[in-house]
């Protein structure tokens, strides 16, 4: 994204396959400013994931998402479709950071297990 590269998924991960469109992105927004998160490839057969990790408050195509310091991180869903734009929604000077995560689901039962 915006020119910036991870390194490159094992060769016969999930993750290799473009079209499984993996994205793991770390990002940080500063005050009065914001990034556009264009929409995936693949349109809606994607999944994307937003956790709000750091911050107070966070517009997701000015939807504002508000998250008390301290607190766990508040998990959004969209529609990888159409492209969206995150925006830093308060004036104080911390910046906001959220944890996007996207791809094509494996189309395989997922257990989780409770320890």
């Known amino acids: 994204m915006y020119g910036k590269r991870g390194l490159p998924p094992p060769p016969n991960s999930w993750a290799s396959d473009p079209d499984n469109e993996v994205g793991v992105q770390h990002i940080t927004i500063k005050t009065n400013?914001?990034?556009?998160?264009?929409?995936?490839t693949n349109g809606n057969k994607i999944n994307r994931s937003f956790y709000f990790i750091e911050g107070f408050k966070l517009l997701i195509?000015?939807?504002i998402i508000n998250k008390s310091s301290g607190s766990t991180p508040v998990y959004i869903?969209?529609?990888?479709?159409?492209?969206?734009?995150?925006?830093?929604?308060?004036?104080?000077?911390?910046?906001?950071?959220?944890?996007?995560l996207q791809g094509r689901p494996i189309g395989e039962p997922v257990v989780q297990v409770s320890v």
């Open 33 to 40: 400013n914001s990034i556009i998160i264009p929409p995936a």
């Open 61 to 63: 195509n000015n939807q």
């Open 77 to 100: 869903t969209v529609d990888a479709g159409v492209g969206c734009e995150l925006k830093h929604g308060s004036n104080d000077s911390k910046a906001v950071e959220v944890l996007m």
